[in-house]
């Protein structure tokens, strides 16, 4: 492996793992905002807040009422979109022979550690955890 190829490689994770953050927390306020929340503060990097860190943080003015479990699962859904996209266009480009196929493999990556952690969240996680809150909410 060259010295070019370890950079790339690191270039790519860092800048999909940020990619899968701004996605993350977008569907939450995509949603939200479409159900007529008011979107109060959005950051797709790690945070401290609430006592603890979070890979990304975003708030919406819920309006004192619960909000609908579809904001909690925005997230699964996009990232799984995200990893079909990603995953499909590896395998394109490896079929096809283009140089540097095995990069789409990092942010599908990315994608799919978010879905597997939103169902780590449903069994296992926090009452903070999307998927906890999916899980509970009404």
């Not at 927390?25 to 939200?32: F, G, I, K, M, Q």
């Not at 969240?121 to 809150?133: I, L, Q, V």
Request: glycine share 6%; hydrophobic share 55%.
């Amino acid at each position: 492996m060259t010295f070019i190829t370890v950079v790339i490689a690191i270039t790519a994770v860092l800048f999909s793992w940020f990619m899968q953050n701004v996605l993350h927390e977008a569907s939450h306020l995509l949603v939200a905002i479409a159900k007529g929340y008011v979107p109060l503060e959005f950051r797709p990097y790690p945070v401290f807040r609430h006592g603890r860190w979070f890979f990304a943080y975003c708030r919406y003015d819920a309006k004192g009422k619960t909000p609908p479990r579809i904001i909690h699962i925005a997230p699964f859904i996009g990232g799984m979109i995200h990893f079909l996209i990603a995953g499909s266009m590896a395998v394109i480009f490896y079929m096809i022979h283009i140089p540097y196929w095995w990069i789409l493999t990092i942010p599908a990556t990315c994608a799919l550690i978010d879905a597997l952690f939103f169902w780590y969240g449903y069994f296992f996680g926090s009452a903070m955890s999307d998927g906890k809150r999916f899980r509970t909410y009404k």
